[in-house]
Structure formats: structure tokens, C-alpha cells
Nanobody, 122 residues
Framework: QVQLVESGGGLVQPGGSLRLSCAAS????????MGWYRQAPGKERELVAF???????NYADSVKGRFTISRENAKNMVYLQMNALKFEDTAVYYC????????????????WGQGTQVTVSS
């Protein structure tokens, strides 16, 4: 069993900043890719950003230059620094991780957090 717990969401004005955190725990041998997704009301869940175990990152075009994803491998943590927030960033943000549960035999788990609400409003 792998658990992901997000924190750091909240209400912020346009142009403001928030930092999301996600902690992974449970049966973890190692963590491959960690990422953040979001789902706005009436819309499908979309990828915001991901980071590989060696630090390679990828961002959705809509957040490039405003959001930064980072991770602390020793703590099984991933972060999302969100700056210059816009109304359209309002969504529930979900943490995701591809976790290697066992090396031999190889077993992995695609884990999700419960989500944290980010609301951008004046």
C-alpha cells in the first residue's frame, strides 16, 4: 500500500502564490516519476507537471514559466510552487507517483493523493 498526502492548497488572489506539497509513504522501494494533475469543475483531469527520479521536468504549456515542480527523494516528497496564479488555475490538484513497491519480483503502483483545492479569486 502506498499513500500520497497533499497539502498547501487554499484561496489566493490573482497574481498570488501557493506551494503544494505531497508526501509519499507506505511500501516504497523507490519512486520513479512524481507529478501533479488538476481537475477543474466540468473538465477532465489534466497533467500540470511531472519530474523524474533524476530531475527531468515537464510542464503543461498553460503553466510554463509560472509553476515549478521539485522533489526531495530522501523524503519521498514532491512540491509544486505556483506563482502568478490566474483564475483559470482554480482546480483540485492531485499528486501522482509511480512507485516501485518491490524490486524482485518487480512490482509498481500508480498512486494518487486525495486532492487539494486551489481557488484563485479576488
Amino acid at each position: 500500500q502506498v499513500q500520497l498526502v497533499e497539502s498547501g492548497g487554499g484561496l489566493v488572489q490573482p497574481g498570488g502564490s501557493l506551494r503544494l506539497s505531497c508526501a509519499a509513504s507506505g511500501s516504497i522501494f523507490s519512486i520513479r516519476t512524481m507529478g501533479w494533475y488538476r481537475q477543474a469543475p466540468g473538465k477532465e483531469r489534466e497533467l500540470v507537471a511531472f519530474i523524474t527520479s533524476v530531475g527531468r521536468t515537464n510542464y503543461a504549456d498553460s503553466v510554463k514559466g509560472r509553476f515549478t515542480i521539485s522533489r526531495e527523494n530522501a523524503k519521498n516528497m514532491v512540491y509544486l510552487q505556483m506563482n502568478a496564479l490566474k483564475f483559470e488555475d482554480t482546480a483540485v490538484y492531485y499528486c501522482n507517483a509511480i512507485v516501485v513497491v518491490s524490486r524482485l519480483p518487480y512490482r509498481s503502483s500508480n498512486a494518487w493523493g486525495q486532492g487539494t483545492q486551489v481557488t484563485v479569486s479576488s
